[in-house]
């Protein structure tokens, strides 16, 4: 069983900034790729920005440069600093997670989400 705790949502005035944590925990051997999507309402979930295993990351277009996706694979946890955040940001970040077991099997785990909310 593996969980996912996130944690560091909020509320925030436009340019400020957020930093999300994810912390796993559970039966994860070896680390695929960890990142974060978000879910705005009435929009599909997107990709915000993920870090693989093999060493390359990720961002979307709308968030590069602003957004930097770090991980400490020690802690097993992965981290999102929000930089100039904008309004258009405002949406539910999920954690994301894909690992091997002690199996050898991939899996994909998400976790419950951290509202954060971009306004005046």
């Known amino acids: 069983q593996v969980q996912l705790e996130e944690s560091g949502g909020g509320l925030v005035q436009p340019g400020g900034s957020l930093r999300l944590s994810c912390a796993a925990s559970?039966?994860?051997?070896?680390?695929?790729?960890m990142g974060w999507y978000r879910q705005a309402p009435g929009k599909e979930r997107e990709l915000v920005a993920a870090s693989f295993s093999s060493g390359p990351t990720t961002y979307a277009d709308s968030v590069q440069g602003r957004f930097i996706i770090s991980r400490d694979n020690a802690l097993k946890s992965v981290y999102l600093q929000m930089n100039s955040l904008k309004p258009e940001d405002t949406a539910v970040y999920y954690c994301?997670?894909?690992?091997?077991?002690?199996?050898?099997?991939?899996?994909?785990?998400w976790g419950q989400g951290t509202q954060v909310t971009v306004a005046s």
């Open positions: 559970g039966n994860i051997f070896r680390f695929n790729a």
């Open positions: 994301n997670v894909r690992g091997y077991d002690s199996d050898g099997d991939l899996n994909e785990y």
